[in-house]
């Protein structure tokens, strides 16, 4: 076990030429980041995720309902044990050939049996209630981290000047603030890494699973290595476009359906500039090219910034979405559905009722989403139901 260990911290592949771990152990004069301080996430997880239940029972739901936001989910199929036992057992969507079977056995005419598929589907997606509620918690934690990354970084000498996050690398002694703004910033992506298992899923689940989990990867190894400088603006920079998403969404949730698309557009203005402007321009930049000229190379270098551009090819794909979105709005006078993050995987296209025209999806990142992506955003239908 221990060479294994030594195996994998290898200090020439970790730190640059002629740096040791001994060099970054903390003294009473300087701290510097330790691996171990990462162990502390994993119970501020679960203190995040637990906190995050007691907000949306006693503080989202309550503003929900006062903003009248349809706490009913969708029309119940009426009981029946032998659809019911096909559908828990068998499958959700019986082809035409079991449908003939089950129409001779029940008595009922095909198109009754595909209604009460179609209806005990819909019983399973949440109510517009939970949806907002994810919102609401999702908005609450991003202003909050977002807020306390700007005033962080609003006193700092990197925010102005990208070359001072590698003045002094690696011997750069962690602020309390800084390693804060970290730890929390962990703590809840591996919350949601945990909770997007249980929470509402939707069709970019496999990209926002990546997402989180290069988020996850690039906070740690950015932490591990003290690139917490070039971290922090990454943190805060992605955080920003979520805080409207998830506004957006709550809008939509309570109907307000010209604030909805006003908001809409915001985040997509926000999420395009961020990611696809300062991002390369300010964070790779200085990651493929400042770094390199102040410390030459070292093989951590490379892993770093492959995590980073694999960031940036995610951006890219949502970007993609969102830019689709917004013109099939323009097109049709009406805000499309956000295709990122805000269609459940579970909905039907066989909806026994219209979809509303509204807003009612992510219009993100996680999603991290700083890497949040961070993080989470758009689809390709009117913008309805869903993230």
Not at 113 to 141: D, V
Not at 283 to 290: A, D, G
Not at 363 to 383: E, F, Q, R, V
Request: with cysteine; net charge positive.
């Amino acid at each position: 076990m221990a060479g294994i260990l030594a195996w994998f911290w290898n200090e020439r592949f970790w730190l640059p030429h002629n740096v040791t771990w001994a060099d970054l152990q903390s003294t009473e004069e300087a701290s510097f980041p330790q691996a171990e301080d990462l162990y502390l996430a994993f119970p501020l997880a679960f203190c995040i995720f637990m906190i995050r239940l007691l907000f949306e029972r006693f503080i989202a739901k309550p503003c929900a309902l006062g903003l009248k936001v349809q706490a009913n989910g969708p029309q119940k199929a009426q009981p029946n044990a032998i659809l019911e036992k096909v559908f828990t057992a068998i499958t959700k969507h019986p082809d035409e050939k079991r449908l003939e079977g089950l129409s001779k056995q029940l008595d009922w005419d095909v198109r009754s049996i595909q209604r009460w598929f179609r209806q005990r589907r819909n019983q399973e997606k949440p109510s517009t209630l939970t949806k907002f509620c994810e919102s609401m918690w999702r908005f609450t934690f991003y202003l909050y981290i977002f807020t306390y990354g700007v005033r962080f970084l609003k006193k700092t000498p990197w925010l102005w000047n990208t070359r001072q996050c590698w003045n002094g690398y690696p011997y750069q002694p962690l602020m309390p603030d800084l390693h804060y703004y970290y730890i929390v910033e962990l703590s809840f992506y591996w919350s949601l890494m945990f909770s997007q298992f249980i929470d509402i899923k939707r069709k970019d689940f496999g990209i926002m699973f990546t997402h989180h989990m290069v988020a996850v990867t690039l906070i740690t190894f950015s932490y591990v290595t003290n690139l917490t400088r070039v971290g922090t603006l990454t943190l805060c920079l992605h955080d920003a476009s979520d805080i409207v998403l998830e506004a957006a969404k709550m809008a939509n949730y309570c109907k307000c359906q010209k604030l909805s698309d006003l908001l809409f557009f915001t985040f997509a203005v926000v999420f395009i500039v961020s990611r696809l402007g300062i991002y390369p321009l300010w964070i790779l930049n200085t990651t493929l090219f400042e770094l390199y000229e102040a410390l030459g190379n070292f093989p951590a270098l490379w892993v770093f910034n492959v995590l980073l551009v694999v960031l940036q090819i995610l951006h890219c794909i949502w970007s993609y979405l969102i830019i689709k979105a917004a013109c099939k709005a323009i097109s049709k006078g009406k805000v499309a559905k956000d295709e990122r993050s805000d269609v459940e995987s579970s909905s039907d296209e066989e909806e026994t009722v219209p979809r509303s025209k509204t807003l009612h999806s992510t219009i993100t990142t996680n999603g991290t989403g700083g890497a949040n992506g961070t993080n989470g955003y758009l689809t390709g239908s009117t913008c309805s139901e869903e993230h």
